[in-house]
């Protein structure tokens, strides 16, 4: 059969005019995953590396976004060309590969996601629902082309090897994590600080410069009107779990005395 995919996140960068704005989810249901991907938002970032996911939960939360207008993505757990291989033969087309800090760093996540001779992925097609076991014509050979690898650098070096890391051919995108960067830089937590903001900034200039998207996390709407102002390309703006956090908590504030709610601060 022909290989019918949506546009790949790579695809959907260079043919949207505007931003792109996205979320993650994180908490392991394809029920709210599909809550998510009928919200309107550009795109969805199924998480491996700090949730509870598992290979088989996100291979049921891409069955249950496909049939909604968004783009889905899934992060790897680390950097780790078997996880990779795993995540993509379960059917992600859009992969993001955490703490990448330098160019050699980055040249390993691409030969990930590519079959020999120009990477190491292991050769399951029969197997893998990527390739519709077997069933898609040429996928062993055209399933780079409906790949898109996206890189996060989260570390001062990264921040310092930015311009490198984007220039590697097959990194299709440059996605920046506050969090992890401002604890790299000594101040953990702090996502925000004039010094996290700049280093970030100095990475979507180097990314930029390589002719490359770059992207943010910001949970802060004022944090991520500041970074779309500053020419991200794509951002980040909640997580399902986040959501739902501050959702509940705005009701027990709302309908419970505070007097009750202060006796179950200590849970």
């Given at each position: ?21 996205g ?57 780790d060309?078997v ?16 703490m990448?800090s330098?160019?050699?760093?980055a040249?390993?996540?691409?030969a ?16 893998a629902?990527?390739?519709r076991?077997n ?54 937590g ?9 280093a ?50 705005a009701?027990a504030a ?14």
């Amino acid at each position: 059969m022909p290989l019918r995919l949506a546009p790949s996140f790579r695809e959907q960068l260079a043919e949207t005019e505007r931003p792109v704005i996205g979320m993650w989810v994180c908490s392991g249901s394809p029920l709210l995953a599909e809550v998510a991907a009928g919200s309107g938002l550009d795109w969805l970032l199924i998480d491996m590396e700090h949730s509870a996911n598992t290979l088989e939960s996100v291979q049921l939360q891409l069955q249950a976004v496909a049939a909604y207008p968004v783009t889905p993505l899934v992060r790897a757990p680390s950097n780790d060309a078997v996880a990779i291989k795993q995540i993509l033969d379960l059917g992600a087309q859009n992969l993001i590969v955490p703490m990448v800090s330098s160019a050699a760093e980055a040249r390993d996540a691409v030969a990930a996601t590519r079959y020999p001779p120009l990477g190491v992925r292991g050769v399951g097609s029969a197997l893998a629902r990527s390739a519709r076991w077997n069933r898609v014509d040429r996928y062993l050979l055209e399933s780079a082309a409906h790949t898109s690898l996206t890189v996060q650098i989260e570390t001062a070096a990264g921040v310092d090897a930015a311009t490198e890391i984007a220039a590697i051919d097959g990194v299709d995108a440059v996605f920046v994590g506050p969090a992890d960067l401002s604890a790299s830089m000594g101040l953990l937590g702090q996502q925000t600080h004039p010094e996290v903001v700049a280093a970030v900034e100095r990475v979507f200039e180097a990314v930029k410069s390589a002719g490359k998207p770059v992207g943010v996390n910001a949970f802060d709407p004022s944090a991520a009107d500041a970074y779309l102002a500053a020419g991200a390309d794509f951002v980040a703006v909640g997580a399902d779990v986040a959501l739902l956090a501050r959702a509940s908590e705005a009701l027990a504030a709302r309908f419970i005395p505070a007097s009750d709610a202060s006796d179950r601060e200590s849970y």
